[in-house]
């Protein structure tokens, strides 16, 4: 006999919803990264032939070829569920999400309740496979998408503070197999947007996967010409150099198995392990004014769009 919390929701078992009133899905993350959507008044033009899916679509991919289908189960009354297991690992970007039932077109879905305490300070276990990170949000359209990340290595930003003309950071390594040897000899190498070749390099001092370190900006604001300047801070292997790179980027084109590739030698420094999907409107830090050789600057650290760590430089 078929349980009340297993029972497939039916148009006779609860009022039809307003036709103009977008249907809602309420997003639950579990301590792994996992999320769960349960979707209620979902209306089923039969629910003897069950087909209904959650679907995602990663936003920019014209071709379609990027989605990801959930099937959406019972839940109880008036309720269906669809889940995301931390197993799954989405390509970066952001995903748009629909509900398709049948043969309908998949429409958009419109963000619930978010409960997303468990990605508060969150703290990945070990392992080697890529980080993966999902966090849900609202679109300035009022619809529901997803922002991924999938990083390996993962130099996770932690506190940050700028006295005295310099930034100082903390942060932890994910995802590599041994952080000790890793963060031997590692340096913070901040890259020159505009001149990729342009590097400077300040060491760190690491305790098992965690790292500080301090960058002048004063050696910064010696590179500024005029305009503005961003560099991007990644966290580097003591043998990470131009032919590293260039070797990783080969191996990248190449079918060799992760197993058999050498680790890689850089991490971007970002910001993602908790709730927050953007991080540059909430995570505001004072900039400071410099005096160089063409003038003042204005120095100031950032979260890109993507929440990685930059500093900007530019004119005061």
């Known amino acids: 006999m078929t349980t009340p919390s297993a029972q497939l929701p039916t148009p006779a078992s609860r009022p039809e919803p307003e036709a103009s009133a977008p249907l809602r ?147 932890r390594l994910y995802r590599v197999e041994r952080p000790v040897a890793w963060l031997s000899g590692a340096v913070v190498r901040a890259r020159l947007r505009r001149d990729p070749s342009v590097v400077l390099d300040v060491p760190v001092t690491a305790d098992c996967a965690d790292f500080d370190f301090s960058l002048a900006y004063a050696d910064l604001a010696a590179h500024w010409d005029g305009g503005q300047d961003v560099w991007d801070l990644w966290l580097a292997r003591a043998d990470e150099g131009a032919e590293a790179e260039g070797r990783e980027t080969a191996e990248a084109a190449t079918d060799t198995t992760p197993a058999a590739r050498p680790p890689v030698a850089r991490a971007r420094i970002a910001r993602i392990l908790d709730d927050v999907v953007d991080k540059k409107p909430v995570f505001a830090y004072p900039a400071l004014s410099l005096v160089t050789d063409r003038g003042s600057v204005r120095v100031t650290p950032y979260y890109t769009a993507d929440n990685d760590l930059s500093v900007r430089v530019e004119g005061a």
Not at 147 to 156: G, I, N
């Open 25 to 171: 899905a309420d997003s639950v993350a579990d301590s792994a990264g996992g999320l769960t959507f349960d979707i209620v008044d979902l209306v089923l033009p039969d629910p003897a032939d069950w087909n209904a899916a959650l679907v995602l679509r990663l936003r920019g991919d014209a071709e379609g070829a990027d989605e990801v289908r959930l099937p959406l189960s019972p839940a109880g009354e008036r309720r269906v569920r669809a889940v995301l297991p931390s197993t799954v690992a989405l390509p970066e970007g952001r995903w748009d999400v629909y509900v398709a039932v049948g043969d309908e077109r998949p429409r958009r879905l419109a963000p619930g309740l978010n409960d997303l305490r468990s990605l508060v300070d969150r703290r990945p276990g070990p392992s080697l496979s890529p980080l993966a990170v999902c966090i849900p949000y609202t679109t300035k359209h009022g619809n529901l998408s997803l922002r991924s990340w999938l990083r390996a290595p993962h130099a996770e930003a932690g506190e940050l503070r700028v006295a005295d003309g310099t930034l100082t950071g903390r942060g």
